[in-house]
């Protein structure tokens, strides 16, 4: 029988659909990929912010990863949303017992509406426990910055010392976004074990980029499921995105940040 790619999200739930496991799923779909998913934590959340917070406890984490990944073929795993650090600690100790790889690490701190989803022993336990154990890790630039207990890279060159910084962590590669930046471009930087390569993209005047940063990681996710090098699914994962905030600049959903547009692809076809 055919067996068709299947990835694997570990996050928390967006009730708005924008961000999140159903931003993962979505993404997942429209790659042609399989999309399982873990539920870490469940947000009362719309595109004008989150109003509540509830996480899974840490052991019905790892029941869900233990289900799964005993029985699912995952072929790339990542994790968004982990809001306490005992989901954290679950989380890392499933992924060394399932040999779950090639793990993408999206260190999610801040919703696009400003509002904080992550305490600050996680964030501690995210830099002991899960980077060393990711082969990409991420970060947007304010997360990078808390990860390192750093100022905000303000410039170029700061941002390619903290992308190397953070490879200093444990993690096999660093995405450093400079979506959060200034300038008519957006660099990101891939710093891995060759030096850093730097992606360029022309910004999007628009306020849906509800769920940017997760759409991101779960196409570089579903790239990789589908066989790709780490650098070549980058490369598409960002194209993606791109594409996603170009084709949803005027989707009016919501009242407040609207999302990408994930079916972007599909209405190409």
Wanted: net charge neutral.
């Amino acid at each position: 029988m055919d067996q068709v790619p299947i990835a694997l999200t570990i996050a928390g739930s967006d009730s708005s659909g924008g961000a999140g496991i159903q931003a993962d799923l979505k993404t997942f779909t429209v790659h042609g990929v399989y999309g399982a998913s873990v539920v870490t934590a469940v947000t009362a959340q719309s595109t004008r912010g989150v109003t509540r917070v509830m996480a899974v406890p840490a052991s019905m984490v790892r029941a869900q990863i233990d289900a799964v990944a005993g029985d699912l073929p995952v072929a790339a795993v990542k994790t968004g949303m982990l809001a306490e650090a005992e989901t954290v600690g679950a989380v890392a100790g499933a992924v060394r017992s399932h040999a779950l790889s090639p793990l993408v690490v999206d260190p999610v701190m801040i919703a696009t509406s400003g509002d904080v989803l992550i305490s600050d022993d996680a964030i501690v336990a995210l830099r002991r426990e899960l980077l060393p154990l990711a082969d990409l890790v991420t970060p947007n630039l304010p997360e990078a910055a808390r990860l390192l207990v750093r100022p905000l890279a303000h410039d170029e060159a700061e941002a390619r010392r903290q992308a190397e910084a953070l490879r200093d962590l444990g993690p096999t590669a660093v995405l450093l976004k400079g979506g959060h930046g200034s300038g008519p471009r957006a660099v990101d930087f891939l710093a891995t074990a060759d030096g850093i390569e730097a992606f360029e993209s022309e910004r999007i005047a628009t306020p849906n980029t509800h769920g940017t940063g997760c759409t991101l990681s779960a196409a570089i996710v579903a790239n990789l499921a589908l066989g790709h090098p780490l650098a070549d699914a980058v490369r598409a994962a960002k194209d993606f995105v791109w594409r996603a905030l170009l084709a949803g600049r005027h989707v009016r959903i919501g009242r407040g940040h609207g999302p990408v547009d994930h079916l972007h692809a599909l209405r190409r076809r």
